[in-house]
């Protein structure tokens, strides 16, 4: 049974940044691919970006290209999001989630919700203007 614990949220102005964790127990970690998505009040939980069991292959939603950068280390089993030029926009809950049975994904299955089994408790980024 895979586990996720993400941490690292918190309160930061615009402008600023942040390095969201998440740590993962069970199941070979460099098996399955990783992603984040975030929530904000009041919304759908959207896609922030994706990474492949190995860490070869990224994949981001387009509006964040460029502002968060997703990686991950296998040897602690921890997937990382950096988040830099936060803005007010870009408060949510973040949470990250696994793909059990996909090392590696290829178009929209990286930013399906359907796509992953296992999501953490999230954590709160708060952005203020």
């Known amino acids: 049974q895979v586990q996720l614990v993400e941490s690292g949220g918190g309160l930061v102005q615009a402008g600023g940044s942040l390095r969201l964790s998440c740590a993962a127990s069970?199941?070979?970690?460099?098996?399955?691919?990783m992603g984040w998505f975030r929530q904000a009040p009041g919304k759908e939980r959207e896609f922030v970006a994706a990474i492949s069991g190995s860490g070869g292959s990224t994949y981001y939603a387009d509006s964040l290209k460029g502002r968060f950068t997703i990686s991950r280390d296998n040897a602690k089993n921890t997937v990382y999001l950096q988040m830099n030029s936060l803005k007010p926009e870009d408060t949510a809950v973040y949470y990250c989630?696994?793909?059990?049975?996909?090392?590696?994904?290829?178009?929209?299955?990286?930013?399906?919700?359907?796509?992953?089994?296992?999501w953490g408790q999230g954590t709160q980024v708060t952005v203020s203007s």
């Open positions: 069970g199941r070979t970690f460099n098996s399955y691919a």
């Open positions: 989630a696994a793909a059990l049975s996909r090392g590696i994904m290829y178009g929209s299955a990286w930013s399906m919700i359907t796509s992953y089994d296992v």
